[in-house]
């Protein structure tokens, strides 16, 4: 095992034994930040639980990334993908095209007063892992970025 190799394996290993990140099913009550109220989750993913996968619409990964380039509720620190295979792949991951998206909040106003509220993570989620997002949430970011 080469030295690097070693290091990886030793990296993703102990990001194992860590708890791991936050999650939330979607479209259930956001409670993640007592800054915030009232919205719905969307893409608190983690790799203890399955999500819905299919071929986003065409446009959501550029609107979510667009909207990730305006996050809020950034915290110190970041996040890295549990779903990606090592630990080094999802340091690659955390930006995409320039933005960060390793840390904070998407907000997305959705039909009548529903706000969608999801990690900027979900850009990533969507284009690398497949993650298909509720109906309704997509519709109401592609709209979000095309009024943008």
Not at 13 to 40: I, K
Not at 96 to 111: A, K, M, N, Q, Y
Request: aromatic share 12%; charged share 15%.
């Amino acid at each position: 095992m080469t030295v690097t190799a070693l290091v990886e394996f030793l990296i993703t290993a102990s990001a194992r034994l860590v708890p791991t990140g936050t999650y939330f099913s979607d479209l259930t009550p956001y409670t993640y930040s007592e800054h915030e109220s009232g919205g719905l989750n969307v893409s608190w993913l983690s790799d203890e639980h399955p999500y819905p996968r299919g071929k986003a619409p065409d446009g959501l990964v550029d609107a979510l990334v667009r909207l990730a380039k305006d996050k809020v509720n950034v915290y110190r620190g970041s996040h890295f993908c549990e779903l990606c295979p090592t630990f080094l792949e999802a340091q690659k991951n955390n930006y995409i095209g320039g933005t960060f998206v390793g840390s904070g909040e998407i907000h997305v106003p959705g039909e009548g007063s529903v706000l969608y509220i999801a990690p900027a993570m979900i850009a990533h989620y969507v284009r690398d892992h497949s993650y298909l997002p509720p109906y309704d949430f997509c519709h109401s970011a592609l709209s979000t970025h095309s009024a943008g």
